[in-house]
């Protein structure tokens, strides 16, 4: 072989060894560059992970309190808690002149007013 022979080899071999270098950088580049946009997309997930289990816990409470409520309310009507105390009395109804006839006509005295 002569010695441009063994230059041009040795340049060829330098090419080829550039080249893959390159190449794996690319690779390496893509990699990284895919695990970066990984890296948000796994943090974003998280956050909306704690976000939903915030909320789930949230909501638990809210239901358990409202649990207690109605079983307060349940236990207070057993206990007869229903009374009238406190409330509007009911408002008493004016009779109709054929409401009135047809009362007096059965023999029902309608309330008399004071």
């Not at 063994?6 to 190449?23: L, M, N, R, T």
């Not at 695990?35 to 909501?59: G, M, T």
């Amino acid at each position: 072989m002569s010695e441009e022979e063994k230059q041009e080899e040795a340049e060829s071999e330098a090419v080829e060894e550039a080249v893959d270098s390159e190449s794996s950088e690319e690779e390496d580049n893509e990699s990284s560059s895919e695990e970066s946009q990984k890296i948000p997309e796994v943090e974003e997930a998280k956050k909306i992970s704690e976000n939903l289990k915030a909320e789930n816990d949230r909501k638990q409470k809210l239901i358990e309190r409202e649990e207690k409520l109605i079983a307060r309310r349940e236990a207070l009507n057993q206990l007869g808690g229903g009374s009238k105390a406190g409330s509007k009395p009911a408002e008493k109804k004016e009779l109709s002149p054929m409401e009135y006839r047809k009362q007096i006509e059965a023999g029902i005295l309608p309330e008399s007013k004071k």
